[in-house]
């Protein structure tokens, strides 16, 4: 639905804006941030900042404690929300408040919503517009994570990796450290920060033996680590499983991996799941699955190739950043970002909906948004 003026607009795009405030705050909730107007006016604004906190709409009710509500409009990024959880329904803040319309940018598309939310609030007698264009688009983006999360059960991914001029992510001896810049680094850092967990494979596990922590200003919360390690060999000794108590370490294994090895990483403190299927793409998504259960809505994918080219195989990458270097390695054994077993023909090929290019310090940032929930 075309928006009525361009004050609409403005106002729907602020509440975009705002709710970006809870990046890294809030999952597995959504971004959402609210205005409120009256006669041109605002009164209120407000974001989701917190899990468990109250919500955008909320917020800017409070905001606007003093002001006579009645007839005012609501402009809201996501549609209120109309089920108990953690905080009371917004559709019932929303009417005891006296709020006569409510414009909303995007659907939410979960179970226990998908548009009953804006049923409820016509029924009380509120005007309802959504919008469509450039406006729900950013919107919906907004909310990747959350929108696949809710509509597959499976965490989305993002897979970040950094390459050189000819597409190499290590020489032939495996040295990796360091391709990209300091500032491309510390970007990757704050998308650890805003993910729920960073996935590695065993072989950078045994390779770097990293901590996967996201080290950067202001960080509110860790990820959490996943392993993939088919035969349960990540070492007792490492980084991760020595941190594993004090914030989260899961090993996804086959069922090839030796009880005793198993019970000692979980008797040490890791998690420890078991993905079946008959090759290694099936097992990542029965891996996404179980994560997807567990709470895991978003992903930072760091590799390796072998991995990475999994995930890719088994359809499971939704965004790709890669960091191109101003270096050329050369030589026939260097690695490459993605392996796996790819496609035999060019038509094949995943492709990308949108392919975005900005330089961050010496390196350039190539972003592909692959898929859109």
């Avoid at 890294?24 to 909730?29: D, E, F, I």
């Avoid at 059960?153 to 300091?182: Q, Y």
């Avoid at 065993?202 to 392993?227: F, H, K, M, S």
């Avoid at 094949?348 to 310090?361: E, I, Q, S, Y």
Wanted: proline share 5%; net charge negative; glycine share 12%.
């Amino acid at each position: 639905m075309a928006l009525r003026t361009e004050t609409d607009r403005l106002h729907l795009a602020r509440a975009i804006e705002l709710a970006e405030g809870g990046r890294g705050r809030v999952s597995p909730n959504p971004l959402v941030g609210a205005v409120i107007t009256q006669e041109g006016k605002v009164l209120g604004e407000g974001f989701h900042a917190a899990l468990g906190g109250p919500h955008a709409e909320v917020e800017a009710i409070a905001a606007a404690l003093g002001h006579d509500l009645h007839g005012a409009t609501l402009y809201v990024s996501l549609e209120p929300c109309c089920h108990q959880g953690r905080t009371p329904p917004c559709t019932d803040a929303i009417r005891q408040a006296g709020i006569g319309r409510v414009v909303v940018a995007s659907d939410d598309p979960s179970e226990h919503a998908s548009g009953r939310g804006l049923g409820i609030l016509r029924d009380e007698g509120i005007e309802v517009e959504i919008a469509d264009g450039e406006l729900a688009t950013r919107a919906r983006l907004l909310n990747q994570s959350f929108r696949k999360h809710a509509r597959t059960g499976r965490p989305w991914v993002l897979f970040k990796s950094a390459m050189t001029l000819d597409g190499k992510v290590a020489t032939g001896s495996g040295d990796s450290k360091w391709i990209s810049g300091e500032a491309s680094r510390r970007l990757a850092h704050q998308w650890r920060a805003e993910c729920d967990a960073v996935v590695v494979g065993i072989g950078t596990a045994l390779a770097d033996d990293p901590e996967l922590t996201a080290r950067a200003d202001g960080v509110l919360r860790q990820p959490g680590r996943v392993v993939f390690d088919s035969l349960a060999r990540l070492p007792l000794t490492s980084k991760l499983v020595r941190d594993a108590r004090k914030i989260p370490v899961t090993v996804v294994v086959s069922r090839a991996a030796g009880r005793a090895a198993t019970d000692a990483l979980e008797a040490h403190g890791a998690d420890v799941i078991v993905a079946p299927g008959e090759n290694e793409p099936a097992r990542v998504r029965s891996a996404l699955d179980q994560l997807g259960t567990s709470g895991i809505g978003s992903i930072l994918l760091e590799g390796g190739p072998h991995l990475a080219g999994t995930f890719l195989d088994a359809g499971e990458i939704d965004e790709i950043r890669l960091f191109l270097a101003p270096m050329v390695l050369g030589g026939k054994t260097a690695r490459d970002p993605l392996e796996g077993q790819g496609v035999e023909m060019i038509a094949d090929a995943a492709r990308a909906l949108t392919l975005d290019c900005v330089p961050v310090g010496e390196d350039l940032l190539v972003s592909a948004r692959m898929r859109e929930w």
